[in-house]
Every structure is written in structure tokens, then in C-alpha cells.
């Protein structure tokens, strides 16, 4: 008997710990399924409120758990988890978690802290075009800067939605945007790329000052006085903020180093270390930062002058190579480009482009050589000399922005090379150049082609392939019949 006793006990103490354990696990489910419903999309609770106030604001802003934030709790969870990675190339179950606002560092140097501003600085038209973005990145980037920003200095806030088909981003979107203040939403009649949907977004502002962000970014603690001051000072400068890094996995928030942006002749932009003079005292890590490009996504510019610096180039396509026109643009013709240190905004960078360009093939290229043709004159040679496969590719017509060239009197590629970008180094004839390029996933190797053509099992005649375009990121792969594949690629040529 002296001897079951302890057994009985421990099967009692051992009992109520289980009962314990689980009566915390349940009331811990209950706690967190109860937050997600509170920013699952048209069942949140401030879809009551008119705009977000202060309560709202401190309800917000508690502190999401890291350690739970991306578990998989049921099937939902990771349906939304596999489906986002598929649509937004980004973790959506976390996203979602987080809500449409959240607390994150202040990552400005210190001095920053005690920089004063002017009182009267102008008001700014933020302009956030997106194509099927998530609801939840979408509107916490919106969000985000109704809850960091003076409300003196935001004009308005326009949304240019570019031919979206998700369906949260129709009806839903609209009726919860009405509820915002200041918040403006445009849709385009066809699908028109970033730069023509940044084109439309500028042509209703009525602000002084044109802002444009990306519609997955988190701005930062007093992330807008310092660029309008800039342009305040001078209408001609166009200037960045820094851009933090939310990765794409965790969401979790980090700050950038200081960089600049830069270019190589195949006409891809690069992040680039500073040149070192530049950082030596203390202060010079809060002073504007002289950029020979920008990478395009966030910048903020005087309304007019960028009506009178020719907006952007209307005959892009889609996406990509308007960052370094703008650039270009800027610099040859009378403008400076500057990052600002103390300006920080958080931008999801992902490892993938998740959408493409519809019927328009490589909007890249074909951007780019509209760059090459206008900006860059005898020097548009290393840009074909690496870029071979595009000598004789159409362009477009490029006759009106020649023609702004001349009307706006810029300079010449020669002098923005000596004057502004002068560490570029010139390619060896039919070479390539490498560049010490900074990278948020690391450096990129760069791709050699040693040999092409099928990858076959040879015991089942089952070849690897990738449906829909190969040069896409992220395509699947899967088996095939040889045969088949064989017959569809005779088709296409
Ligand atoms: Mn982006």
C-alpha cells in the first residue's frame, strides 16, 4: 500500500496538469482566433469607424507575437499560406496577422530625432498604384500613412487600381476606402502598367508635392517633413527615402544600410555601397545623399515639375526601366536625384515578380531600349553589346521624348557620366562588367549558359517541363511526355 499510494498521486497531479494545459490552450485559441477575426476583411471592427482614431490607433498598434505569428493552425491557415505565396510571392497568413497597422522600429539615426522641420511645408498627394495586391499589405501601407503622417501634410491619398481581378479588390475595396478619409481610388479602363497607371494617379493630384509608394510598404516615424523640406527648398530635387526591408517570410522589419542607386550597360538598376568620404562624421549620415538613379518604387517630386520634367514615358509598358528614365531624365535635365537618410519607409522585398505583363512579353527590354535610345546616344552601343539579342527589336515610337529632350535643353549622357555617375566603369568591348552591386537577398551570381536542351528520363521517355513562360521566377516544373513537348516547341517557332 505504501507503495501505490505515490503511483495514485502522481496519476491525480499528472491529470490536473493535462486538464490544466489544455484549459490554457483553449483559452489561448480563443484569444488568438478572436484577433484574426478582427482584421479578416470586411468583419473588422474599424470598418465602424469613420477614421482612425486614437483608440483605434492604440488597439492596433499591441504587439503581434513573432513566435505564433506564422503558425498553421488549421487547413484555412494553410490555404491562405500556399495561396499567397502563389499570388503575392509573400507570407499572406502573416500578413493577415498583422493587421492594418502595427508598431515597428524607428530605424533613423539618431540626430535625426531632433532635426526641426519648417511649418509650412506643402501638402502632398500620395499616389499608390498596385495590381492585385493583398488586401491586407495594401491596406496597411495606406494605414500606415494616415497613422504616421501630419494630417496637414497629406493632401490625399489616391489608389490607382490597375485592372486588379481579385475580387476583395472591387466592391469591398471601394465601400471600406469611402469610410477613409482623404482616400481616393481610381481604377484604369485597361490593363496600363505601373507607369502608365502613375501617370493617371499624377494627372488627378491636386496636392503641391507628388509622393508615390509601392502598395506593400509600411511607412516610417516622421517619414514625410524630410522629403517635402527638401523640395521646399528646391522644386528641382526629386528625392527617395531609405528603403527598410520587411521580409518577405516573416514580415519582420529591418533597417537598410545607406546606399545609393546606380546602374550597369545591360541597364538594370543596382544598389551600391557609398563612396566612402561620403560617410566619415557622424552627421553625414543624416545629410541628403547625392543618387545617380533611383530603383523607382517610392520617390517624391513637386507636382509641377514633374508635369514639366515630361512625367514618364508614356510608351512603356508594364513594368520596368522607368526608374532609370526618370533618373536620367532628372539628372540631364536640370534636376537633382537625392536619397534622405532621415525619410524611412518599409517595403516588402520579394524574391519573385508574382504577376506578368499580360499579352506584352518582355516589357524590360523593350523598355529599356526606349531608354537606350532616347538618354543615352553614342553610349546605347554597351547596352547592345550586352543586351545582343535585342539589336533590331522594335521600341515603339520614341519621337516625342527625343523631342522633350531637346525642349528641355539636357545634357548629354557624356556629361551625367563624368558629372554625376563618374565610378561606372565602361565594359570591354563584347565583355560584360561586374558590379559590387548590394542585394537584399545577397549577392546575385551571374548566370552562364553551358548548355541547352531537354532534360529527359531515359527509362520512361519523360521529359522536365515548365508550362507558361520559363524566364518567369518561381515557374513550376513537372514531366511531360518528350514527344508533346517537342511538338509544342516546333509550333511556337
Ligand atoms: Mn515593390
Redesign the pocket.
Known amino acids: 500500500m505504501g507503495y501505490k499510494l505515490p503511483t495514485r498521486y502522481f496519476a491525480l497531479c499528472s491529470f490536473m496538469i493535462l486538464m490544466f494545459w489544455m484549459l490554457l490552450n483553449a483559452v489561448s485559441l480563443l484569444y488568438l482566433g478572436s484577433n484574426d477575426k478582427y482584421f479578416t476583411r470586411g468583419h473588422g471592427r474599424h470598418l465602424q469607424n469613420d477614421s482612425p482614431s486614437d483608440d483605434f490607433e492604440r488597439e492596433m498598434a499591441q504587439e503581434k507575437d513573432p513566435n505564433t505569428l506564422g503558425l498553421i493552425r488549421n487547413k484555412e491557415d494553410q490555404t491562405i499560406r500556399e495561396h499567397g505565396y502563389e499570388k503575392h510571392a509573400f507570407n499572406e497568413l502573416v500578413s493577415n496577422r498583422l493587421g492594418f497597422y502595427r508598431e515597428i522600429q524607428d530605424t533613423r539615426h539618431e540626430l535625426c530625432k531632433s532635426i526641426r522641420y519648417s511649418s509650412n511645408l506643402p501638402s502632398a498627394s500620395i499616389i499608390i498604384c498596385f495590381h492585385n495586391e493583398a488586401w491586407s499589405t495594401l491596406l496597411r501601407t495606406v494605414h500606415s500613412v494616415l497613422n504616421r503622417t501630419a494630417e496637414n501634410l497629406v493632401h490625399e491619398i489616391i489608389l490607382v487600381d490597375d485592372q486588379s481581378n481579385l475580387e476583395e479588390l472591387k466592391d469591398e475595396l471601394e465601400n471600406y476606402v469611402e469610410k477613409l478619409p482623404k482616400v481616393k481610388l481610381l481604377r484604369t479602363v485597361q490593363r496600363e502598367g505601373l507607369i502608365r497607371g502613375r501617370t493617371l494617379g499624377a494627372k488627378s493630384a491636386t496636392g503641391e508635392v507628388l509622393v508615390f509608394l509601392?502598395s506593400?510598404c509600411e511607412v516610417n516615424k516622421d517619414w514625410l517633413p524630410p522629403l517635402l523640406e527638401r523640395i521646399k527648398e528646391n522644386r528641382t530635387t526629386v528625392v527617395c527615402p531609405v528603403i527598410d526591408m520587411i521580409n518577405s517570410d516573416t514580415f519582420d522589419y529591418q533597417s537598410s544600410p545607406l546606399v545609393r542607386g546606380g546602374f550597369n550597360w545591360g541597364l538594370h538598376f543596382s544598389w551600391e555601397p557609398l563612396p566612402k568620404h561620403l560617410l566619415v562624421k557622424p552627421e553625414d549620415y543624416v545629410l541628403p545623399i547625392r543618387s545617380p538613379t533611383m530603383a523607382g518604387?517610392l520617390f517624391a517630386m513637386d507636382r509641377n515639375y514633374f508635369s514639366q520634367l515630361g512625367q514618364y514615358d508614356e510608351g512603356m509598358n508594364i513594368w520596368g526601366g522607368e526608374n532609370l528614365e526618370i533618373s536620367f531624365r532628372i539628372w540631364m535635365c536640370g534636376g537633382s536625384l537625392e536619397i534622405i537618410p532621415c525619410s524611412r519607409v518599409g517595403?516588402?522585398f520579394r524574391r519573385w515578380r508574382p504577376y506578368g505583363s499580360d499579352s506584352k512579353g518582355d516589357t524590360m527590354s523593350y523598355n529599356s531600349m526606349r531608354v537606350a535610345e532616347v538618354w543615352l546616344d553614342d553610349y546605347k552601343k554597351y547596352f547592345y553589346q550586352i543586351k545582343k539579342g535585342l539589336v533590331g527589336e522594335p521600341f515603339g515610337d520614341v519621337t516625342s521624348r527625343t523631342e522633350l529632350r531637346k525642349r528641355l535643353n539636357c545634357k548629354t549622357f557624356k556629361w551625367y557620366l563624368k558629372n554625376i555617375y563618374p565610378e561606372i566603369n565602361l565594359p570591354q568591348e563584347g565583355g560584360s562588367v561586374k558590379s559590387n552591386m548590394w542585394n537584399p537577398h545577397g549577392l546575385q551570381k551571374e548566370k552562364v549558359i553551358v548548355k541547352k536542351g531537354n532534360l529527359q528520363n531515359v527509362g520512361n521517355s519523360l521529359c522536365l517541363d515548365i508550362p507558361g513562360r520559363s524566364s518567369e521566377k518561381r515557374a513550376t516544373v513537372l514531366l511531360r511526355d518528350c514527344q508533346e513537348i517537342h511538338a509544342m516547341v516546333s509550333q511556337t517557332k
Open positions: 509601392d506593400h518604387g517595403h516588402i
